[in-house]
């Protein structure tokens, strides 16, 4: 068993600043990659940020610059740091880990997402 958990989101007005926490728990073995994924109301899921276990991270065109994504691997937890935001930004996020659970086998895990509302 492996559970996400975010929290972090709420409503805050254009301009302002949101950080999103995820830990995962459970039976894991080992972490690869951990993200953020967003769904806008009336659209597709679509990807924010991720981090590989060793740092390396990318991001949508439309957040470069604007959001910062990290790790604490010694919690299990994926951080996004979400500045400058925009009305656009309002969407359910979601984090997801690529979860070992021994023998070399891995699965996608998600959390149940959390509501960021930009105002303005």
């Known amino acids: 068993q492996v559970q996400l958990v975010e929290s972090g989101g709420g409503l805050v007005q254009a301009g302002g600043s949101l950080r999103l926490s995820c830990a995962a728990s459970g039976s894991i073995f080992s972490i690869n990659d951990m993200g953020w994924y967003r769904q806008p109301p009336g659209k597709q899921r679509e990807l ?5 276990s060793d740092g390396r991270t990318n991001y949508a065109d439309s ?4 959001f910062t994504i990290s790790r604490d691997n010694a919690k299990n ?3 996004l740091q979400m500045n400058s935001l925009k ?6 996020y979601y984090c997801n880990a690529e979860v070992g ?3 070399g086998r891995f699965y996608d ?12």
Do not use: F
């Open 48 to 52: 924010v940020a991720t981090i590989t």
């Open 77 to 79: 937890t994926v951080y």
């Open 87 to 92: 009305p656009e930004d309002t969407a359910v």
């Open 101 to 103: 659970r021994g023998w």
């Open 109 to 120: 895990y998600w959390g149940q997402g959390t509501q960021v509302t930009v105002s303005s």
């Open 63 to 66: 957040v470069k610059g604007r």
